[in-house]
């Protein structure tokens, strides 16, 4: 399974960014699908995630200001991201799960002051 992300870019405070990630290859059945992101010299941490049937759950930072979503026929997750801070700066990286996790390339988001 292969996972290419888009959408990053450059965005002004209170801006907002759709990022998109479409899983390819040999996908049987995905289960969960999300996002994440990293700063350099932190941990990875969770943005948000889908599971197949719909739950979501979503990082306390990012609540009320990003939405995930999923279109299941096209093995896509999008995230929404509104309202956005400096401090959501980072790379954001999807990963999907089926039996093992895939991760995609990241894709950079840059939020100025």
């Known amino acids: 399974v292969q996972l290419q992300a888009f959408g990053g870019g450059l965005v002004q405070a209170g801006g907002s960014l759709r990022l998109s990630c479409a899983a390819s290859?040999?996908?049987?059945?995905?289960?969960?699908m999300g996002w994440y992101r990293q700063v350099p010299g932190k941990q990875r941490e969770m943005v948000a995630v889908?599971?197949?049937?719909?739950?979501?759950k979503y990082a306390d930072s990012v609540k009320g200001r990003f939405t995930i979503s999923r279109e299941r026929a096209k093995n896509t997750v999008f995230l929404q991201m509104n309202s956005l801070k400096p401090e959501d700066t980072a790379v954001y990286y999807c990963?999907?799960?089926?039996?093992?996790?895939?991760w995609g390339q990241g894709t950079l988001v840059t939020v100025s002051s």
């Open positions: 990963k999907a799960q089926q039996g093992h996790e895939y």
């Open positions: 290859g040999r996908i049987s059945s995905i289960g969960i």
């Open positions: 889908m599971w197949s049937g719909g739950l979501t």
